[in-house]
Nanobody, 134 residues
Framework: VQLVESGGNLVQAGGSLRLSCAAS????????IAWFRQAPGKEREGVSC????????YSKVSLRGRFTISTDSAKKTVYLQMNNLKPEDTAVYYC????????????????????????????WGQGTQVTVSS
């Protein structure tokens, strides 16, 4: 199983980046893929997640309108489009994959804050650095 992130870079505030997470070694459509980020000295936090089989997604409320998650099942790749970047978006961005299932009292159709639990995810990528300069 592999999750390989790419697309991280140094960008000025107000700029855009598109991150990619290329998956292999598992049945892509059976999984929910999420983006997390971890800034220096802070805990890893969930950014956005998407259910591969139907492209339903959920994003952190404060990032909606700037960050958009999408998937290309044919390429087994999940993208995170990030616009109007701010210095506080500086972090290592990770993608993670968890088999779509009921979790924490929710049914398999659920996508919400509980889907950002690290325990939901079986596989993690190595991360890609995003640095936003002011």
């Amino acid at each position: 199983v592999q999750l390989v992130e790419s697309g991280g870079n140094l960008v000025q505030a107000g700029g855009s980046l598109r991150l990619s997470c290329a998956a292999s070694g598992f049945t892509f459509d059976d999984y929910t893929i999420a983006w997390f980020r971890q800034a220096p000295g802070k805990e890893r936090e969930g950014v956005s997640c998407i259910r591969s089989r139907d492209s339903n997604s959920y994003s952190k409320v404060s990032l909606r309108g700037r960050f958009t998650i999408s998937t290309d099942s044919a390429k087994k790749t999940v993208y995170l489009q990030m616009n109007n970047l701010k210095p506080e978006d500086t972090a290592v961005y990770y993608c993670a994959a968890g088999k779509t299932r009921g979790f924490d009292g929710h049914g398999p159709a659920y996508l919400g804050p509980a889907t950002f639990s690290h325990h939901y995810y079986d596989y993690w990528g190595q991360g890609t650095q995003v640095t936003v300069s002011s």
